[in-house]
Nanobody, 123 residues
Framework: QLQLVESGGGLVQPGGSLRLSCALSGFNLDYYAIAWFRQAPGKEREGVSCMKNSDRSIEIVDSVKGRFSISRDHVKNMVYMEMNRLKPEDTGVYYC????????????????WGQGTQVTVSS
């Protein structure tokens, strides 16, 4: 059974940092791209970052470039998103998701989703 489980969300002050983790089970990372999405209240879901694991190519949305990074631990079958200099507008539910082979634009539905983890940036 293919499963993604996120963790690491929480409440953080503006300017703070969080590291989100996505634990993958049943996946061969060589054949999937793992993406992070977020959804703020009242807003559409937004793709934040994506890693194509076959060549480790990375895509990051402009609004978080320079602040967020995505990485993986192939041995542990984990994907991480490091989030620094957080802003209130980064608040939302963050999801990891899996695409077959490569990253896709936001209008393409991933094959698999995690349950999400809440990130709240507030003073």
């Amino acid at each position: 059974q293919l499963q993604l489980v996120e963790s690491g969300g929480g409440l953080v002050q503006p300017g703070g940092s969080l590291r989100l983790s996505c634990a993958l089970s049943g996946f061969n990372l060589d054949y999937y791209a793992i993406a992070w999405f977020r959804q703020a209240p009242g807003k559409e879901r937004e793709g934040v970052s994506c890693m194509k694991n076959s060549d480790r190519s990375i895509e990051i949305v402009d609004s978080v470039k320079g602040r967020f990074s995505i990485s993986r631990d192939h041995v542990k079958n984990m994907v991480y998103m490091e989030m620094n200099r957080l802003k209130p507008e980064d608040t939302g539910v963050y999801y990891c998701a899996a695409f077959p082979i490569q990253c896709y634009s936001d209008d393409v539905e991933p094959d698999y989703w995690g349950q999400g983890t809440q990130v709240t940036v507030s003073s």
